[in-house]
């Protein structure tokens, strides 16, 4: 399955906030992103979006494991948002920092930065 210029995977997701999947760019197969699409009619990932955007346009990216925006659109009626699909999900991310001091540092950096896009 083809999505422009980006080749269906597989599932990540799918849930009520709408429909993830991991494609791949046509012309590079390392190349990997997480397209997330909304529900019909739905717009719940405009916010996401303007969140992204914030996060990234402010650097914030380069500290932390969040996906970089690529892009949002509508095709066919639906809303979806294409980001860089990373490996890791927080969970993974903060297990990997040792348990105390460092953890609570790091998980109140990261909600920090968070709150400074919203």
Same mark, same amino acid.
């Given at each position: 399955?083809?999505? #422009?210029d980006? %080749?269906?995977v597989? /599932?990540? #997701?799918q849930g009520?906030q *709408?429909?993830?999947?991991l494609y791949? +760019?046509? &012309? &590079?197969?390392n190349d990997l992103y997480?397209?997330?699409?909304d /529900?019909? *009619?739905? =717009?719940?990932?405009?916010s996401?979006?303007?969140f992204m955007?914030?996060f990234?346009s402010k *650097?914030? +990216?380069?500290?932390t494991?969040?996906p970089s925006y690529?892009?949002h659109?509508?095709t066919? *009626?639906?809303r +979806?948002?294409?980001? =860089?699909?990373? $490996?890791d999900?927080l969970d993974?991310? @903060?297990c990997?920092? /040792? =348990?105390?001091?460092?953890r &609570?540092?790091?998980? %109140?950096?990261?909600? $920090? =930065?968070? @709150? &400074?896009?919203i």
């Amino acid at each position: 399955m083809k999505f #422009g210029d980006y %080749i269906y995977v597989r /599932p990540l #997701g799918q849930g009520g906030q *709408g429909m993830v999947g991991l494609y791949r +760019h046509k &012309d &590079d197969p390392n190349d990997l992103y997480a397209i997330k699409f909304d /529900p019909v *009619g739905a =717009q719940n990932i405009l916010s996401e979006c303007l969140f992204m955007r914030n996060f990234v346009s402010k *650097g914030k +990216h380069l500290l932390t494991r969040a996906p970089s925006y690529t892009l949002h659109n509508v095709t066919g *009626g639906r809303r +979806h948002l294409i980001m =860089q699909y990373l $490996e890791d999900d927080l969970d993974d991310y @903060l297990c990997k920092v /040792p =348990q105390g001091e460092a953890r &609570d540092f790091e998980i %109140i950096r990261l909600a $920090e =930065q968070m @709150l &400074d896009c919203i």
